[in-house]
T-cell receptor, first 107, second 112 residues
């Protein structure tokens, strides 16, 4: 089975700082998705990047994909307290998730 | 409003008492799946369905059953719940495998 492994497991930053979290996977992919989960709630889709894309932006989110290293990163710029959540990646279409990165943004 | 609904949202039950958690989507999605989430383990897929009458096991199917008689509904059945099935359960749907998934609000199940 194919699932992403997020790193770090936990990240704590101050409001206004940038947050970077990483995802590694093992086999070839067609696309990779990032999701966000507020405590105890359902996951919400953030962004999908295809294997032929290297970078994608959505508002304060920037996702990169390096298929040669089998890794992706999610950058949240100018973070806010409301960004506090867990973030998950899902490579390809296996719809599987790792343990996620728990982001805490302190006001 | 496009959404995935789950019922009940909270359930406390006893070992061995059969229960069903319902899941319904109004987006005409073909793909639906069930996950459980436990602390430190992330989300683990229990079962998924590619379309009506087509279901398949995920990573942790033991102790669970599903059915997909209609496109919109994908109930999760625990025939004989045990305490190790205490968890937070999510249903999700998408137009197809590999597309954006829409998640329900979750069902918190406690088996005593």
């Amino acid at each position: 089975s194919q699932q992403g492994e997020e790193d770090p497991q936990a990240l704590s930053i101050q409001e206004g700082e940038n947050a970077t979290m990483n995802c590694s996977y093992k086999t070839s992919i067609n696309n990779l998705q990032w999701y966000r989960q507020n405590s105890g709630r359902g996951l919400v889709h953030l962004i999908l990047i295809r294997s032929n894309e290297r970078e994608k932006h959505r508002g304060r989110l920037r996702v990169t994909l390096d298929t040669s290293k089998k890794s992706s990163s999610l950058l949240i710029t100018a973070s806010r307290a409301a960004d506090t959540a867990s973030y998950f990646c899902a490579p390809y279409n296996d719809m599987r998730f790792g343990a996620g990165t728990r982001l805490t943004v302190k006001p | 409003e496009a959404q995935v609904t789950q019922n009940p949202r909270y359930l406390i039950t006893v070992t061995g008492k059969k229960l069903t958690v319902t899941c319904s989507q109004n987006m005409n999605h073909e793909y639906m799946s069930w996950y459980r989430q436990d602390p430190g383990l992330g989300l683990r897929q229990i079962y998924y369905s590619m379309n009506v009458e087509v279901t398949d096991k995920g990573d942790v199917p033991e102790g669970y059953k599903v059915s997909r008689k209609e496109k919109r509904n994908f109930p999760l059945i625990l025939e004989s719940p045990s305490p190790n099935q205490t968890s937070l359960y999510f249903c999700a749907s998408s137009p197809g495998r590999g597309y954006e998934q829409y998640f329900g609000p979750g069902t918190r199940l406690t088996v005593t």
